[in-house]
Structures are given as structure tokens and as C-alpha cells.
């Protein structure tokens, strides 16, 4: 993902910073890239290098799932 996207890109519910997870090998399956919102606990996919920035196609983050 291009940084200077990464660095304009806020959530958008909190307006907070969001963390760019690349995805690979995790926990037996592959992780898709998200972007990881640590203040709300949510993960905005990125489908083909182009992030899904819609509450309703994020995924809740488990409160025991570590964020980076």
C-alpha cells in the first residue's frame, strides 16, 4: 500500500489513525490486507490494492486478537 495513502486514510468513524496489515500465513488460512483501526477495534479490508472504507464490510476485531 502507498504510505501516502496510508498517511491521508483515517477511520471513518473515530477519524483515528488506521494500521496497514499486509495479510499472508495466519492461524492455518491466508490473511487478507486490512486496515487495522486499534482505537475501535475494527479491520477495513483492501481489495485489490483498494481499501473498503464501509463500517458494514469491516470486520470486528476478537478482544483477544493482538493488533500490531
Known amino acids: 500500500m502507498d504510505k501516502r495513502l496510508l498517511e491521508i486514510l483515517a477511520c471513518p468513524l473515530c477519524k483515528g489513525p488506521l494500521v496497514y496489515h499486509k495479510g499472508g500465513h495466519k492461524g492455518g488460512h491466508n490473511a487478507e ?3 487495522i483501526c486499534k482505537i ?3 479491520a477495513y479490508p483492501v481489495r485489490d490494492g483498494i481499501p ?4 458494514d464490510e469491516a470486520r470486528q476485531l476478537p478482544a483477544d486478537e493482538e493488533v500490531e
Open 33 to 35: 490486507q486490512e486496515l
Open 52 to 55: 473498503v472504507m464501509l463500517q
Open 40 to 42: 475501535d477495534r475494527l
